[in-house]
């Protein structure tokens, strides 16, 4: 959100290599048959890597709530199992391991490329987990929660699919180029073509799940979006800055919060060295920062009622009322925390310096002081509408700055009572002694705090994150509705709590709604022709009607064929048989299963015995 | 965790003298109890004679650990968003907080409330007397300068250490009260 990479940065690199195809063909392609099957292969593997993960998110709900029969678990495991039958084939000795010098063939050395990217773009997803030895990985960050959400697994299936069936076509495509003077075998070719229309079929497992359950433009915005788990660098300020530029400024201050909330609270887990110090000082930025977002959006809501924005206006309102309550229960949460104690000295220095910048950078959006600090008292006045957003193009800016600085608040106000139990757990809650009754009986002037007193605690930062979450939802409104770059953060959100999966059930999923789910984005740009259209093609023939007819004709045939080995194949009699005998065949084959058809998969053989699956190793490219 | 020593024996607490720090002398000192008993803020008033008179370390502590209890309610009460310096009344309240906390960890700290004089428990303060920040402000210089003093001569490393870290709370508490600060 903030200028980390993301996930869509890789993808977009895998994507550059299969839809610029100028060079692919032609004199291009000569000595393809030598490198494109262990490129391609490598490229399967890393996709098996990550058909690993999705599966064993999914494996890892209890058996009672498993979603077995949702669409896109049978994509899931149908892709797995169509990946592992094309490895089969292409499989041969150290074919993973990292070649010596760049391919020659101008396709081998893109799909290395796309291999290259989906490796790097795997590394991303992985820095928001915790290595574990089984089962599900544990989330390290907020988007943890959203990788292994029903709408990112979706996106990603898709994503994978469209890389399969590009490369498979490129690929299937050089099976069946004649290469003079190369000593490959027809067998070699046969691999090669049987291999790729196991991606095929992968791809028509994923058509298949989304005819039934669409992928919807914020499910693959929300995958794109998937930023880097790293810290990001304080920025470069000096106190001066426009009013825009702090937009940034906070915007990107809130993420190293939310950075160190995780990480603080995975630390106390597992070694509870909080201390009260700590504790106060996130609360009280916390009730300060809310109270500049309180202010910031009233100043919002008066801008966008000058310039006609009603609706927005009127969201900004409710949203500046919602971050009133959550200041007053931060403020409470305040008193709470200073009537108890801890024996420790400072812990996480870093988390409670970061929430006193964000209060800091709140405070100078919120008040016409460049300059300002928690000590300007009554010398800064409170920062006028047409100041904080000057020019019209800086409210999505603006309302996203705010955003982020609330949706930061709320996730505090989870990991602040995460540091609190675990705390409390070890015993290092206290109280001074002249706070209890005559009744404990104490030689020193602290004692381990009563139980009640912990409950009390704990139920303050319960009622912040009540106030706080509800001040966010508010606010995504806004975000959403002045598209807003912060907007990302609700579909996060709301992938993260399991939302349902119908597109458009969500109250706030405005983007859902827009998806077009007609628009068939899974359309294959570079599906060519039948055979009998093909050849019209070589004829030379223009006239639509003929070239309906043969497209018509293609169809029947990819029909008969698909109904005939399905028949053939519910009898039990077409073991091991194989269909690819011939380049003619062959066509006939790769075009019906490029057409979508689930049921073109019985066209299909298992790879031969061995078939022992490639070592589950990473590439090495 | 730092554990407490309840049984070390007490240092005498330094007379008031010229140190670093706020220049607070014993005058303005007792100018300040007076300042506040007249505003009506009773308790900071009574504390504020007790950090005066102190003359041994665990007395001084005593007066201290009440005075940082009596800033924490009297800045809590003045945490009123519709004031600027809501911002400033918060913060002011942590480092209270944080400054009775680093008095309470202090081996000289009586394990206690020690005696009061007879008649000191005057009635409650007025709530948001409209002195008070004013009051608050001196009463946190004079912590500033008294801990100070007690951490040049404690002679016990931890209540040093204690002194000089709840002094450096008094004088964060002064600096974002009178807007002195950064």
Known sequence: ?621 | MRSAQTTASPGRCPQPAASTGAAVDLAAMLAISAHARSAGITSLAAVTDRLTRADALPVLLDAAYEAFEVLLLLLERHEDPSDARFAAFVSAATWAANGRDAVLFTPSLPPRQLPRPPGESGPADAPGQRNEPDAAIAVSALLEVRLSQAAEQAADPADRLGCRTAAGYARRIRVLLTGSGP
């Open chain 1, 1 to 621: 959100v903030t200028g980390r990479a993301t996930f869509g940065d890789f993808l977009q690199a895998a994507h550059r290599q299969l839809e610029e195809t100028a060079t692919l063909h032609g004199a291009g392609a000569r000595g393809n048959m030598d490198e494109v099957p262990r490129s391609l292969l490598r490229e399967i593997i890393v996709m098996r890597h990550y058909l690993h993960d999705i599966t064993a998110t999914l494996h890892d709900l209890p058996a009672r709530g498993r979603p077995m029969l949702t669409p896109w678990f049978q994509a899931a495991v149908q892709a797995r199992d169509a990946l592992a039958n094309a490895a089969g084939f292409l499989a041969r000795p150290r074919a993973w391991d990292r070649p010596a010098a760049p391919a020659a063939s101008p396709l081998a050395r893109r799909l290395d490329a796309v291999t290259m990217s989906l490796l790097t773009g795997r590394d991303l997803l992985h820095t928001h987990f915790a290595a574990r030895s089984r089962g599900a990985p544990q989330p390290r960050s907020e988007w943890g929660l959203v990788i292994t959400s029903t709408q990112v697994t979706r996106a990603l299936l898709e994503e994978i699919a469209w890389l399969t069936r590009h490369s498979a076509q490129y690929s299937a495509n050089v099976a069946l180029l004649p290469s003079p003077g190369t000593s490959v075998t027809a067998a070699e070719r046969r691999q090669l073509s049987a291999a790729c229309q196991w991606l095929w079929a992968l791809d028509a497992s994923v058509r298949t799940a989304s005819k039934r359950e669409p992928v919807t433009d914020s499910d693959r915005e929300l995958l794109r979006a998937i930023p880097v788990n790293a810290i990001l660098g304080r920025p470069a300020v000096t106190g001066g800055e426009p009013v825009t530029v702090v937009y940034g400024v906070l915007a990107s201050i809130a993420e190293r919060v939310r950075y160190l909330a995780w990480a603080s609270a995975h630390e106390a887990s597992r070694l509870p060295g909080v201390t009260a110090a700590s504790l106060r000082q996130v609360a009280e930025a916390s009730t300060v920062t809310s109270h500049h977002c309180h202010l910031l959006l009233n100043a919002l809501a008066g801008r966008t009622a000058q310039i006609g924005l009603k609706e927005v206006s009127e969201q900004l309102i409710a949203a500046a009322n919602a971050a009133a309550d959550a200041r007053q229960t931060w403020l409470h949460a305040a008193h709470a925390v200073r009537q108890v104690t801890t024996g420790a000295l400072d812990d996480q220095p870093a988390l409670a310096d970061e929430v006193q910048e964000l209060a800091l950078w709140s405070g100078r959006l919120a008040y016409d002081n460049p300059a300002w600090t928690l000590a300007s008292g009554t010398g800064s006045a409170v920062r006028g509408p047409e100041s904080l957003v000057p020019d019209r193009d800086g409210l999505p800016g603006a309302v996203a700055a705010v955003h982020q600085a609330c949706h930061t608040l709320a996730l505090l106000s989870q990991t602040e009572q995460e540091r609190i139990h675990a705390a409390s757990r070890a015993g290092c809650i206290l109280v001074p002694t002249q706070s209890l009754t005559d009744n404990y009986d104490m030689p020193q002037p602290f004692a381990r705090a009563p139980v009640e007193r912990v409950d009390l605690l704990v139920d303050r930062y319960a009622d912040s994150w009540r106030a706080s979450r509800e001040a966010t939802a508010r606010v995504e409104l806004a975000a959403e509705t002045v598209h807003a770059p912060s907007r990302v953060l609700a579909a996060a959100r709301r992938a993260a709590k399991a939302t349902p999966s119908v597109p458009g059930a969500d109250r706030t999923d405005a983007i859902s709604r827009r998806a077009q789910p007609g628009s068939d984005s899974s359309a294959v740009p570079v599906s060519a022709p039948g055979p009998v259209g093909q050849a019209l093609h070589r004829l030379g023939v223009t006239r639509p009607d003929l070239l309906s007819r043969a497209a018509d004709i293609d169809r029947a045939g990819e029909r008969l064929i698909i109904d005939a080995a399905v028949e053939v194949k519910a009898s039990r009699r077409r073991q091991g048989l194989e269909l690819n005998s011939s380049a003619g065949a062959t066509t006939l084959i790769n075009h019906a299963l490029m057409s979508g058809d689930p049921r073109a998969a019985a066209l299909l053989r298992r790879p031969e015995p061995p078939a022992r699956e490639p070592p589950e190793r990473e590439a090495e490219p």
